[in-house]
Antibody, heavy 117, light 110 residues
Framework: EVQLVESGGGLVQPGGSLRLSCAASGFTFSKYWMSWVRQTPGKGLEWVANIKEDGSQKYHLDSVKGRFTISRDNTKNSLYLQMNSLRADDTAVYYC??????????WGQGTLVTVSS | QSALTQPASVSGSPGQSITISCTGTSSDVGGHDHVAWYQQHPGKAPKLMIYEVSDRPSGVSTRFSGSKSGNTASLTISGLQAEDEADYFCNSYTSSFAFVFGSGTKVTVL
């Protein structure tokens, strides 16, 4: 059974940093592209970043470029999102998800990030 | 990249069919067949229901079907059931390995 478990969310002040993690199991992690997707009540779902199987290609949403960095460690079956210079509008539930072709086939339960003073 | 446009809500009675639209541009929905649909129940993670415009993952009911015409994709739920009450989001590949989601549609079973 595919399992994706996010962690690392919490309350952080504007300008602060957080590192999200996603622990994967039940599939061959190193053979799949992975994504981070966030969700807010006001803006719905928003793709944030994705990364190729071997980590050699990474793509980020324009509004997070230079602030967020996606990475992975295939030896630990883990996906990461380093978030710096956080802003109030980054407040959301952050999901990690697997890619199957051009869709997001499996999702974790999400971790809540709240940016507030 | 602006969100794809979906109706805020759609409703139907049990057994009826409903269709949810998802309108984008020639740069996303209209530019290729990489359109997907997700179902999300309150407090739960999204679940893939349709990919590549009209393909269903294993285990998804045949009551769910997808199509596309020009810049608009559609999700049809036939034989509406109480368990179909949820939020539905469309999603399209854009370019340079980026994706855009729809604004979401709340489906209510009357």
């Amino acid at each position: 059974e595919v399992q994706l478990v996010e962690s690392g969310g919490g309350l952080v002040q504007p300008g602060g940093s957080l590192r999200l993690s996603c622990a994967a199991s039940g599939f061959t992690f190193s053979k799949y592209w992975m994504s981070w997707v966030r969700q807010t009540p006001g803006k719905g779902l928003e793709w944030v970043a994705n990364i190729k199987e071997d980590g050699s290609q990474k793509y980020h949403l324009d509004s997070v470029k230079g602030r967020f960095t996606i990475s992975r460690d295939n030896t630990k079956n883990s996906l990461y999102l380093q978030m710096n210079s956080l802003r109030a509008d980054d407040t959301a539930v952050y999901y990690c998800a697997t890619h199957s072709g051009w869709s997001h086939s499996y999702w974790g339960q999400g971790t809540l990030v709240t940016v507030s003073s | 990249q602006s969100a794809l446009t979906q109706p805020a809500s759609v409703s139907g009675s049990p057994g009826q069919s409903i269709t949810i639209s998802c309108t984008g541009t020639s740069s996303d929905v209209g530019g290729h067949d990489h359109v997907a649909w997700y179902q999300q129940h309150p407090g739960k993670a999204p679940k893939l229901m349709i990919y590549e415009v009209s393909d269903r993952p294993s285990g998804v009911s045949t009551r769910f079907s997808g199509s596309k015409s020009g810049n608009t994709a559609s999700l049809t739920i036939s034989g509406l059931q109480a368990e179909d009450e949820a939020d539905y989001f469309c999603n399209s590949y854009t370019s340079s390995f980026a994706f855009v989601f729809g604004s979401g549609t709340k489906v209510t079973v009357l």
